[in-house]
């Protein structure tokens, strides 16, 4: 088993900058993908980023140059996001694949308003 605990998620204006944490723990081996996804009010969950344990790293076009991710010795993935606009306004879920397995936190809001 692997848990997956987020955090980060608030309310911000457009135009700031945020920072998402992904802590995980338990049963991690390598190699293995983290990653970030979104699902808005009656949209289906899409791949923000991800990033591989060689850190090779993957971006929706909707995010590419405004947000970064990346992961640290300790299993924890971050998701830098800058020039937040309203359309990033979702519950952002942190993702944990290593074929067979496939675990989610539990998500964490990110609301971008005036």
């Known amino acids: 088993q692997v848990q997956l605990v987020e955090s980060g998620g608030v309310l911000v204006q457009p135009g700031e900058s945020l920072r998402l944490s992904c802590a995980a723990s338990?049963?991690?081996?390598?190699?293995?993908?983290m990653g970030w996804y979104r699902q808005a009010p009656g949209k289906e969950r899409e791949l923000v980023a991800s990033?591989?344990?060689?850190?090779?790293t993957n971006y929706a076009d909707s995010v590419k140059g405004r947000f970064t991710i990346s992961r640290d010795i300790k299993n924890t993935a971050y998701l830098q996001m800058n020039s937040l606009k309203p359309e990033d306004t979702a519950v952002y879920y942190c993702?944990?694949?290593?074929?067979?397995?496939?675990?989610w936190g539990q998500g964490t809001q990110v609301t971008v308003s005036s």
């Open positions: 993702n944990y694949r290593r074929a067979p397995d496939n675990y």
């Open positions: 338990g049963s991690i081996f390598s190699p293995n993908i």
């Open positions: 990033i591989s344990t060689f850190s090779h």
